[in-house]
């Protein structure tokens, strides 16, 4: 038999549901789940109807399902009878009923939990987002989120919607931020802040938070994505807020309210994973002169280190998205997964650089993007094939705009949707297969090919044809020269 583990919103026990065989049913994925939501029911938790992840466990042994319906929800901590005590009273700010936290389990997030029931007096319910950050940031969450005095954890898994319904649009239209910056992270915010709309609906939230810093960009990403969704959602931002001004200030709040500190005091980098990039910022970092150490890479081999030998792969195309790796058809995120794990392996995809924030200053990062420096570089080659010059120009000056939009948190904003809409228009042709050489850190494309390729052999050859008369070319440059040619004769007096 299988064992279910979930735990009530009024209970503070885990309590283990023996489920007889044949009360489960196979999800998409082949991992049994209970059918029955009365299950959930007994235990004196509410049916919930959020999308995302449940807990099967077998003989003590807990599985990940990614089911199309449910959630894993973690409810109700040892601190249960507190929590409820100081829901009951007016916070030191006021008062709000329950509040939806975007939750990683860091030091940053693991005292808002606190702050948040001492400020506002509210219920807090811990959400995370799985968008590809590795099953390690996900581990002991629901023993953080209990330690802090959160009532509910919900973890839902998104990185199939993050790559195909955000990724691969930007792929599609060829976004990238000041000439080098592939928007992991900016692509990655607006999913997350949607799937918390919902799950505030969902429990009933009168409002939602973040831990994002006021100087940063992934403030704005959030609120904009809440206003677009829900604008009758309240948002609280603790760093605009409390008294905490750094590291050490939180770790002392977290001492003082009984919160387990999951960092010590010495200066790390911060870092932001997804299944499309890895950044780093901080530290040495701080200082534009500095080489990044070697040590610091966690996606990618030192190109010096990566094999003597190159290795070839080949993406298959259709409308602009990559549906295939070297022949085999594969979802968005295991496509990306995939691609992240031979990249990395040849150093590709490593990106330094100094750019300019929303807010309005400078800062440098580092990013890791092995599996999509490749699908951009085939992407782009490909449409060498199908576009033409003026499709192309266009298209490229609009992908700077389409960047800086995702880049500010407009993902929901109607100009980059009606952009999008041009995007796909325009690539409906872009279909095809691309063949690269990865080495050394270097990605250099070997073979294009496409049924609906603008290239005809016959025409470019330098061969005489058919169809193009050089001698034709004689009067195209006397009109096309016309104008400068004129301009010479007014100032030359003729």
């Known amino acids: 038999m299988a064992q279910l583990k979930a735990v009530s919103s009024s209970s503070s026990l885990n309590l283990p549901v023996h489920v007889p065989k044949r009360d489960l049913f ?51 901590s040892d601190k249960v009878t507190e929590v409820n005590e100081a829901t009951k009273t007016k916070g030191l700010r006021g008062k709000l009923n329950k509040v939806v936290l975007a939750y990683s389990g860091g030091l940053d997030t693991s005292v808002i939990v606190p702050w948040l029931r001492e400020n506002y007096g509210c219920e807090v319910v811990c959400f995370t987002a799985d968008v590809g950050q590795g099953v390690g940031e996900l581990e002991g969450l629901e023993q953080k989120a209990k330690a802090s005095g959160a009532c509910q954890l919900v973890v839902k898994d998104l990185q199939e919607e993050f790559v195909r319904d955000f990724i691969f649009p ?104 997804n299944l499309w990039h890895l950044s780093h910022e901080g530290d040495i970092l701080e200082d534009p002169a500095n080489e990044p150490k070697e040590d610091m890479y966690m996606m990618s081999t030192s190109p010096e280190d990566a094999p003597e030998k190159p290795e070839y792969v080949e993406i298959g195309i259709v409308a602009g998205l990559p549906v295939s790796v070297n022949g085999e ?109 990865l080495y050394k850190g270097s990605v250099s494309v070997v073979s294009r090919t496409s049924p609906k390729s603008l290239y005809r052999e016959d025409i470019s050859s330098f061969e005489s044809g058919q169809i193009y008369d050089q001698a034709d070319a004689a009067g195209f440059i006397r009109l096309y020269g016309l104008p400068m040619r004129v301009r010479a004769m007014l100032e030359k007096g003729i």
């Not at 999509?372 to 705009?401: C, P, Y």
């Not at 948190?409 to 279909?431: C, H, Q, V, Y």
Request: with cysteine; proline share 3%.
């Open 170 to 273: 930007c792929l599609r239209a060829g976004a990238i931020y000041e000439r080098k910056y592939l928007l992991g992270t900016s692509m990655a915010r607006p999913v997350i802040a949607k799937a918390m709309v919902d799950v505030a609906k969902e429990v009933g939230a009168d409002a939602v938070a973040h831990g994002c810093t006021g100087k940063g960009n992934d403030q704005v990403r959030f609120e904009l994505t809440f206003f677009a969704l829900n604008p009758e959602l309240n948002v609280v931002a603790p760093w605009r807020e409390w008294d905490i001004t750094g590291r050490e200030d939180a770790i002392e709040y977290a001492k003082k309210h009984n919160v387990p500190v999951p960092v010590t005091k010495k200066s790390i980098y911060s870092r932001d994973r």
């Open 26 to 76: 196979l999800c998409s994925n082949n991992v049994s789940f209970a059918k029955k939501s009365a299950l959930f029911q007994e235990l004196g938790a509410r049916k919930s109807e959020v999308q995302g992840d449940a807990v099967v466990s077998n003989r003590g042994n807990a599985l990940r399902v990614h089911c199309n319906k449910g959630i894993q929800v973690v409810a109700s």
């Open 329 to 437: 058809k594969l979802s968005p995120a295991s496509l990306l997964s995939c691609l992240n794990e031979i990249g990395g392996k040849h150093g590709i995809g490593r990106v330094d650089m100094v750019e300019n924030r929303l807010v309005g200053m400078k800062s440098r990062g580092v990013y890791e993007t092995p599996g999509g420096t490749i699908l951009f570089t085939a992407v782009r080659e490909l449409e060498s094939l199908t576009l033409d010059r003026e499709t192309m120009q266009v298209k490229d000056s609009l992908a700077l705009k389409y960047a800086e939009l995702v880049y500010a948190g407009r993902w929901f904003d109607p100009l980059r949707e009606s952009m999008d809409a041009f995007m796909e228009k325009i690539t409906e042709t872009t279909t095809g297969s691309i063949r690269l050489k």
